[in-house]
């Protein structure tokens, strides 16, 4: 039998186990960027389905912005833990664009709308950051190349918190 590449609204699809409450640790993936959340080895992290990310994404409106940092934040506060995996989420967070790319307005997600945690644009998105660009400038947004990175100038003062 021949395997069929899933499509990414197949891959937005809740996972069977999620959401689970982990003890952070050390060797784990996201550590590194959990820890600059401001978890310690010890604290409970949260892994949650993609439809919690994609709540969230939902709620940003026009002139707001949202990062990942802000999306775990919110999702350990719900689940009353002290963070939210960035890996887990960082994959959702793509994915969900790629999914309302393959299936147009239907699933209404602004996903243009969430930044990287430096306010950097997402090179993983469909059309990569220069697409990502093209759909923030008309909504006011100013970016600027910075290195090698697009970010979006001043990112913070439109960062929405949920």
């Not at 793509?94 to 306010?119: C, F, Q, V």
């Amino acid at each position: 039998m021949a395997y069929k590449k899933k499509t990414w609204m197949e891959k937005l699809s809740d996972k069977p186990g999620l959401p689970k409450v982990l003890t952070l640790k050390k060797t784990f993936p996201c550590y590194n960027a959990v820890h600059k959340m401001g978890a310690e080895a010890g604290d409970d992290v949260v892994l949650v389905n993609p439809s919690e990310v994609v709540a969230l994404m939902k709620k940003v409106p026009k002139g707001k912005l949202i990062t990942i940092v802000e999306i775990c934040k919110t999702i350990a506060k719900q689940h009353k833990v002290q963070a939210c995996c960035s890996l887990t989420t960082g994959i959702f967070i793509m994915t969900a664009a790629n999914a309302s790319a393959e299936h147009g307005s239907k699933l209404s997600i602004p996903y243009w709308r969430t930044l990287k945690a430096d306010g950097s644009l997402n090179e993983k998105y469909p059309g990569g950051a220069a697409a990502q660009k093209k759909l923030l400038e008309p909504e006011g947004f100013t970016v600027e190349k910075k290195g090698k990175k697009f970010v979006v100038h001043q990112y913070e003062r439109y960062v929405m918190k949920v």
